[in-house]
C-alpha cells in the first residue's frame, strides 16, 4: 500500500484493542474507520500541495535559467558585434596604410618615368607576353618596336 494510492501503510482489518475495557475490534470498525478516511484525505491533500509546490519551484527554476541563459547569449552577440567592428577599423586603418606606402613609392617612380622617357632613346616595356623594346626614331621622335 502506498501514500500515492491515497491508503494508509495499516490494513483497515488489523485488530486494535481498547486500553479501558480490552475491547478488541478491526480499524474499519468504529470510532477509527472515520479518522482513517480523514487522514487518508488530509494525507491526500498533503501529497497534491507537496506535487503542487515542488512544479512551481521547477517552474521559476527554469525561467530563471531561460533568463540567465538569455542574457549570457545577448552579452555574446554584443561582444560578437564589437569584435567585428574592432576587426573592421583594424582592417581599413591597415589598408589605408597599404595605401600610403604603395603611393609613397611609387610617386617618385611615376614622377620618374617621363623624365626617362625623354632622355632615352629607347624604352623597355615588360609585360606577360614578354618584353617590348620601343626605339625612338630621329624623325619628329615617331617611335618604331624592336623584339
Known amino acids: 500500500m502506498s501514500l ?3 491508503q494508509l501503510l495499516l490494513s483497515p482489518d488489523t485488530t486494535v484493542t481498547c486500553p479501558k475495557c480490552s475491547h478488541e475490534f478491526s480499524l474499519d470498525q468504529g470510532f477509527a474507520k472515520k479518522a482513517l478516511e480523514q487522514l487518508s484525505e488530509a494525507s491526500a491533500g498533503a501529497i497534491a500541495a507537496m506535487r503542487e ?11 530563471q535559467l531561460a533568463g540567465e541563459q538569455a542574457r549570457a547569449a545577448k552579452g555574446d552577440v554584443e561582444s560578437l558585434k564589437k569584435l567585428l567592428k574592432d576587426q573592421g577599423e583594424a582592417n581599413a586603418k591597415s589598408l589605408a596604410e597599404v595605401r600610403s606606402v604603395a603611393e609613397k613609392s611609387l610617386t617618385p617612380r611615376l614622377e620618374e618615368m617621363p623624365r626617362a622617357i625623354a632622355g632615352s632613346d629607347s624604352l623597355r616595356i615588360s609585360g606577360r607576353a614578354g618584353t617590348i623594346y620601343v626605339r625612338m626614331s630621329p624623325r619628329a621622335g615617331a617611335p618604331s618596336t624592336v623584339d
Open 4 to 6: 500515492e494510492s491515497g
Open 53 to 63: 509546490a515542488e512544479r512551481e519551484q521547477v517552474e521559476r527554476r527554469a525561467e
